[in-house]
């Protein structure tokens, strides 16, 4: 008889995660919380100078709309949002120099969503989108959602964070190359992009027929008299403008999670319409709210623009006593880079938080590394959000001052 052949166990198999997950990278404006968290269980006072979340209070008829809300039941909206929200963000546009139609609208779930889908509609997997870093670092995140390569461009404090020249950008047209993506006023820089500048992206765009993929959240965010130019407004290339846009920042709104894509290209709406649907439609509720919000824009927006560069003016006198740091006075938006007197921004700033304090008080900032694409850049560079209160900002400033003298990283 033959002998019976033996079983083994086989040992079974562990799941595993994507590439794309690993990949995937954290926020360097987040990343820092647990630190903050326990700095506060200490009963350290912490000035959150790292996140553009704004003081300042939402408009009251926002509240309003969303309590006045009657309906028994919360049902599927449409997937490219609310009529009367479009017809709103239409107006509003109208109001602000820019001709938009009803059917150039879509909503989304938020600013970040109208980003992912833009990507998605212009690009394969491993096609490429142009951007100049320092950039609002969720564009890394959401290109690796999207599978698109970034191809950053840098940008340097010295020049105040204005584009490279003409020359510059054009050579890294590849074939891969889609569209080029912008955000004017600029987070985190504050930057706000000259006409000049606007006419040489609209000249390379034209040529190597790209998408302009124009980040605006931050259109009335602009200073010293100064006027914020759209990429909607560049003649020519109407069909190829993907603006990206958000009530989060506008109205002081960061939680309700509403945005819109503005596009004037029917067929690049009808693809876009498509993701939306997969999603099935953004929050019924905080677009009712947005609603209300948008209403009152032209009462609303006025003091609170004030009230950003009174907090700009404050903090720049400020920093111009602390030795060692060296900035541009941003020029839109609420946000600066700034470049410290240290090697490791990362570093610094979690020391701030888990072994330092000043009169039981510290702060947090956001390493600027997290804002660029290309590796070892911005190490010793934070983005600063003015987003506190004059009190606020001139209690961080003495902590701050207080930190750079004691930190020897």
């Given at each position: 008889?033959?002998?019976?052949?033996?079983?083994?166990?086989?040992?079974?198999?562990?799941?595993?995660?994507?590439?794309?997950?690993?990949?995937?990278?954290?926020?360097?404006?987040?990343?820092?919380?647990?630190?903050?968290?326990?700095?506060?269980?200490?009963?350290?006072?912490?000035?959150?100078?790292?996140?553009?979340?704004?003081?300042?209070?939402?408009?009251?008829?926002?509240?309003?709309?969303?309590?006045?809300?009657?309906?028994?039941?919360?049902?599927?909206?449409?997937?490219?949002?609310?009529?009367?929200?479009?017809?709103?963000?239409?107006?509003?546009?109208?109001?602000?120099?820019?001709?938009?139609?009803?059917?150039?609208?879509?909503?989304?779930?938020?600013?970040?969503?109208?980003?992912?889908?833009?990507?998605?509609?212009?690009c394969d997997p491993g096609d490429e989108i142009l951007v100049f870093e320092p950039f609002y670092t969720n564009y890394n995140?959401?290109?690796?959602?999207?599978?698109?390569?970034?191809?950053?461009?840098?940008?340097?404090?010295?020049?105040?964070?204005?584009?490279?020249?003409?020359?510059?950008?054009?050579?890294?047209?590849?074939?891969?190359?889609?569209?080029?993506?912008?955000?004017?006023?600029?987070?985190?820089?504050?930057?706000?992009?000259?006409?000049?500048?606007?006419?040489?992206?609209?000249?390379?765009?034209?040529?190597?027929?790209?998408?302009?993929?124009?980040?605006?959240?931050?259109?009335?965010?602009?200073?010293?008299?100064?006027?914020?130019?759209?990429?909607?407004?560049?003649?020519?290339?109407?069909?190829?403008?993907?603006?990206?846009?958000?009530?989060?920042?506008?109205?002081?709104?960061?939680?309700?999670?509403?945005?819109?894509?503005?596009?004037?290209?029917?067929?690049?709406?009808?693809?876009?319409?498509?993701?939306?649907?997969?999603?099935?439609?953004?929050?019924?509720?905080?677009?009712?709210?947005?609603?209300?919000?948008?209403?009152?824009?032209?009462?609303?927006?006025?003091?609170?623009?004030?009230?950003?560069?009174?907090?700009?003016?404050?903090?720049?006198?400020?920093?111009?006593?602390?030795?060692?740091?060296?900035?541009?006075?941003?020029?839109?938006?609420?946000?600066?880079?700034?470049?410290?007197?240290i090697k490791n921004a990362d570093v610094f700033c979690r020391w701030l938080l888990s072994d330092f304090e000043h009169n039981?008080?510290?702060?947090?900032?956001?390493?600027?590394?997290?804002f660029y694409s290309s590796p070892r850049k911005g190490l010793n560079e934070v983005r600063i959000a003015y987003v506190l209160?004059?009190?606020?900002?001139?209690?961080?400033?003495?902590?701050?001052?207080?930190?750079?003298?004691?930190?020897?990283?």
């Amino acid at each position: 008889m033959k002998a019976a052949k033996k079983q083994t166990k086989s040992r079974p198999h562990k799941p595993a995660l994507s590439k794309r997950a690993f990949a995937m990278p954290q926020s360097p404006i987040r990343k820092l919380s647990p630190y903050a968290d326990e700095a506060k269980e200490k009963g350290i006072h912490v000035f959150h100078l790292n996140i553009g979340q704004p003081d300042i209070e939402t408009p009251k008829e926002m509240f309003e709309a969303i309590a006045s809300y009657r309906e028994k039941v919360l049902r599927y909206g449409p997937s490219g949002g609310l009529l009367d929200l479009r017809l709103a963000v239409a107006d509003y546009y109208r109001r602000v120099g820019i001709d938009v139609d009803l059917d150039n609208v879509w909503i989304t779930t938020g600013g970040s969503e109208a980003i992912l889908f833009a990507m998605m509609a212009v690009c394969d997997p491993g096609d490429e989108i142009l951007v100049f870093e320092p950039f609002y670092t969720n564009y890394n995140g959401l290109a690796v959602m999207a599978q698109v390569k970034l191809i950053p461009m840098t940008t340097k404090v010295e020049n105040g964070f204005h584009l490279p020249m003409h020359k510059g950008i054009e050579a890294k047209v590849t074939r891969k190359t889609k569209a080029i993506l912008i955000n004017t006023p600029n987070n985190p820089t504050g930057t706000v992009l000259s006409e000049e500048e606007m006419y040489i992206l609209y000249k390379i765009c034209k040529k190597h027929g790209l998408f302009l993929l124009s980040d605006e959240v931050y259109r009335e965010f602009v200073y010293d008299g100064r006027t914020q130019t759209s990429a909607l407004s560049l003649p020519e290339i109407q069909d190829q403008v993907i603006v990206l846009d958000s009530i989060s920042k506008r109205f002081s709104a960061c939680g309700a999670r509403v945005g819109c894509i503005i596009n004037r290209n029917k067929k690049v709406m009808d693809e876009i319409i498509k993701f939306s649907q997969a999603r099935l439609c953004p929050p019924t509720i905080a677009q009712i709210g947005a609603i209300g919000a948008y209403k009152n824009f032209d009462h609303y927006i006025k003091p609170v623009i004030a009230e950003y560069e009174h907090r700009r003016d404050f903090l720049f006198d400020g920093l111009q006593k602390i030795a060692g740091v060296y900035g541009h006075k941003p020029e839109g938006a609420f946000y600066t880079v700034l470049r410290l007197p240290i090697k490791n921004a990362d570093v610094f700033c979690r020391w701030l938080l888990s072994d330092f304090e000043h009169n039981k008080k510290t702060v947090m900032l956001s390493p600027a590394n997290g804002f660029y694409s290309s590796p070892r850049k911005g190490l010793n560079e934070v983005r600063i959000a003015y987003v506190l209160k004059e009190d606020d900002l001139r209690d961080a400033l003495i902590v701050l001052d207080a930190a750079l003298k004691k930190f020897k990283g």
